[in-house]
């Protein structure tokens, strides 16, 4: 399961975020937030993809700063607002990352058709709408075997099906019982949606429970 | 609109002042002025020229208002039409500032040869031109999101091909700057055939083809500066992939190898015979890790385009100077793979863009 330590995010010398000690279990955690708050930044931290001060580990050791390929592989992150280049498709997009993420292409096709992507699993990026762009985010953040699964705002866009899709999918994931789940949103999710191990707010450049 | 254009497009123009104000003379562009004023059909050949870079703003102010970002643009439309008319005129003059600069230098030349017809068609076909551009300009404000038409072409292709990842840059560049590359590679052509020829007139050793190629990989600058935006900018979702530092490397050297196949093609075809194929090896290496360390550069910090480009030129400079004193082009290699991976190792997930650089994406 995934560890913070003394983690700080700085731009420009300015304080954004900080995190003393955090750890998370196996589960559903919501991370709430005003906009501009930082919760964007700490998933992209965690996601590796922007550096910050501090560690971020799983409990047998492995630190995305000592081993970054091996955390990645553990690493799925989906986009408040996701944006590829627009002449790829759904399809050059999906079979790169189930490649990378070792997912067979069975169960991207899976994924792919719960999602509804299949209906446009040719066309470019270009062409979609962010309701479109959004569920190919998601089809890919269920590849590969990972333990921490990101989703910043997977509600927005989304219509009502895919949403029931996606709390489908993630409560089958949770019940394998290794993969813990960080879901920033503004919109509600209720106890009958998602079973919510803890809710979290960034308030004051802090993390803490709610 | 201005702005945004020539800060885009600042690795293009520094190109084209390097090619025309570094190969020809004074003399020489009067005497080209000279030939181009004497005819209409001469005329012609930077009529061509000045289509192609109108073609460009056209294609970059279409990106632009495609941009979430610049949408606020379209509010411009709420203003008076001759006022609208008026400042898409001043947009459009000013984005063609360089053209309508030669065409101020290509009239005086006509009024000192008495080309009083010339001077009417330069005159006119600037004035085209600004009309041109400022029309797509109205039609974009007035018209917006017409929709994204694929064509059938495009549709097949994609049906049929799953694109692999050496292609994701490539393809990127070549619709985001193709002029970048075509000018690129002509200039990275005509360099190899210019150096190659000078082995058939006079005895020298591989140095002058190392100075060459050492040219001819520099202006790859800003290929291997857009790559880097690409990978850590407009596909970020690569800085959460699981892939070794060693493997991110290899792509990059792969996808830089892909797209200097034309060039490299000439290197192998012009390679004068006086050299060896150790020669020609040592220089595909050379421009290899000549490629690499300005990509593992780029990861030191945040940097404008403009900046990298001015490193660039100093650091070809010093490499010339270096073969020039028979600095070994292995050595040179093997020291800009070592320095390059050390950097490249260090800083890569610790590299972060800052806005306040200003830098191009």
């Known amino acids: 399961m995934p560890i913070i330590q003394n983690f700080s995010k700085r731009f420009n010398g300015h304080l954004i975020l900080e995190v003393p000690y955090q750890e998370f279990l196996p589960g559903i955690y919501w991370i709430k937030g005003e906009n501009g708050s930082g919760k964007t930044t700490l998933f992209k931290s965690m996601a590796g993809i922007i550096p910050f001060d501090g560690e971020i580990s799983f409990t047998d050791g492995i630190e995305i700063k000592k081993n970054p390929q091996v955390y990645r592989k553990r690493v799925n992150y989906s986009e408040a607002e996701p944006a590829y280049p627009g002449f790829l498709t759904a399809k050059d997009m999906i079979r790169f990352i189930g490649k990378v993420k070792n997912e067979s292409i069975e169960n991207q096709e899976r994924y792919t058709k719960a999602f509804g992507v299949d209906g446009f699993f040719d066309k470019p990026c270009e062409t979609f709408s962010s309701g479109m762009m959004k569920k190919l985010s998601l089809v890919m953040a269920f590849f590969g075997d990972p333990q921490l699964i990101i989703l910043d705002e997977p509600l927005i866009t989304l219509d009502e099906q895919a949403r029931n899709i996606l709390f489908n999918l993630i409560r089958t994931k949770i019940k394998s019982g290794n993969t813990t789940f960080l879901i920033s949103s503004h919109q509600s999710i209720g106890t009958s949606d998602l079973e919510i191990i803890q809710t979290l707010k960034i308030q004051n450049k802090k993390l803490i429970p709610v | ?361």
Not at chain 2, 120 to 144: A, K, M, Q, Y
């Open chain 2, 1 to 361: 609109m201005v702005i945004e254009f020539y800060r885009i497009n600042i690795g293009f123009f520094f190109v084209a002042i390097g090619f025309f104000f570094g190969f020809l003379s004074g003399r020489e562009h009067k005497a080209l002025a000279e030939a181009f004023v004497s005819s209409s059909l001469l005329l012609l050949i930077p009529f061509a020229v000045w289509t192609i870079y109108a073609i460009k703003i056209i294609g970059f102010n279409g990106l632009s208002f495609g941009k979430n970002e610049n949408s606020f643009l379209l509010s411009t439309s709420c203003l008076p039409r001759l006022a609208l008319l008026s400042c898409l005129t001043t947009v459009a003059t000013n984005q063609l500032s360089p053209i309508i600069a030669y065409g101020c230098f290509l009239i005086i030349v006509a009024i000192k040869s008495d080309q009083l017809i010339t001077i009417v068609e330069i005159i006119g076909f600037l004035f085209f031109l600004i009309l041109l551009i400022s029309i797509r300009l109205h039609t974009e404000i007035l018209h917006p999101n017409k929709g994204k038409n694929i064509s059938a072409f495009k549709n097949k292709i994609d049906k049929w091909i799953t694109k692999p990842f050496a292609w994701f840059y490539p393809e990127w560049i070549l619709r985001k700057q193709p002029l970048l590359i075509i000018g690129t590679k002509l200039f990275a052509g005509l360099l190899i055939i210019g150096v190659s020829r000078l082995y058939l007139f006079d005895e020298y050793d591989a140095r002058l083809m190392g100075m060459g190629a050492t040219l001819m990989f520099s202006s790859n600058a800003v290929i291997v500066y857009y790559y880097q935006r690409f990978e850590n900018f407009h596909f970020s979702v690569l800085r959460n992939l699981p892939f070794s530092t060693g493997q991110r490397m290899i792509q990059f050297l792969t996808v830089m190898g892909l797209l200097g196949l034309l060039e490299w093609g000439m290197l192998f075809s012009y390679f004068p015979e006086a050299l060896s194929i150790i020669d020609l090896v040592a220089l595909y290496s050379y421009g290899l890790s000549v490629y690499f360390f300005g990509y593992a550069y780029l990861f030191i910090r945040d940097i404008s385009l403009e900046k990298f480009i001015n490193k660039a030129f100093i650091a070809a400079f010093v490499w010339f100077i270096l073969i020039l004193f028979k600095m070994p082009v292995l050595f040179l290699t093997v020291l800009h793979f070592c320095i390059g991976w050390i950097i490249y190792r260090n800083n890569y997930y610790r590299f972060e863009f800052t806005a306040e650089a200003g830098s191009e994406k």
